[in-house]
């Protein structure tokens, strides 16, 4: 669910030329992948998980500095991390063997799955680790309640950028 938000916050808000550090770490390669997809495979594991690998340690710390021990919460975290490598695998034809059964049944997110958030109108299928949750969140059509709750409370919620072919 915590991937479906960032998902959607992102494709719903960044837009290159809004902040530098952004449009390096996050805008350019969320534009590149929604133009061309299959570019995720292209690179190395770092560069793919940079981004969800530091906002996870940066969460980590937040929990040990309250002195959370809920090892739950870390799992979380740890998962968190890896949010970015399980859409990776599922972009690939042929990912490892472990997350082809995974993927399989439904615990990680599937190729025929997630290629659904690929095609118009571009506005649903945000959470990018498993199959669970998106035919739910799609099907009470949570992301556009969402984008009303948002819009009531005054902020502009539309696609950030052409390049993302938003509705």
């Known amino acids: 669910f915590i991937t479906g938000v960032l998902h ?18 996050v805008v350019r390669d969320n534009i590149e992948h929604h133009r ?8 190395s594991y770092w560069a793919t998980n940079r981004v969800c690998i530091a906002m996870a340690a940066v969460v980590a710390c937040v929990l040990v500095l309250f002195h959370v021990h809920a090892w739950q919460a870390y799992f979380i975290v740890a998962m968190l991390s890896q949010s ?28 025929a799955h997630h290629a659904q958030h690929h095609k118009r109108p571009y506005a649903h299928r945000y959470c990018t680790t498993t199959n669970f949750l998106n035919p739910t969140l799609d099907a009470i059509s949570f992301w556009r309640g969402l984008e009303w709750l948002f819009e009531r409370c005054g902020l502009t919620v539309k696609r950030a950028t052409p390049a993302r072919k938003g509705y």
């Open 84 to 111: 970015n490598q399980v859409h990776l695998w599922a972009h690939c034809a042929n990912p490892p063997l472990v997350i082809r059964w995974l993927q399989r049944f439904g615990i990680l997110q599937s190729t």
């Open 36 to 43: 061309r997809p299959g570019t995720i495979r292209a690179g």
């Open 8 to 25: 959607w916050a992102e494709d719903t808000w960044t837009a290159p030329g809004r902040s530098t550090l952004l449009d390096k770490w």
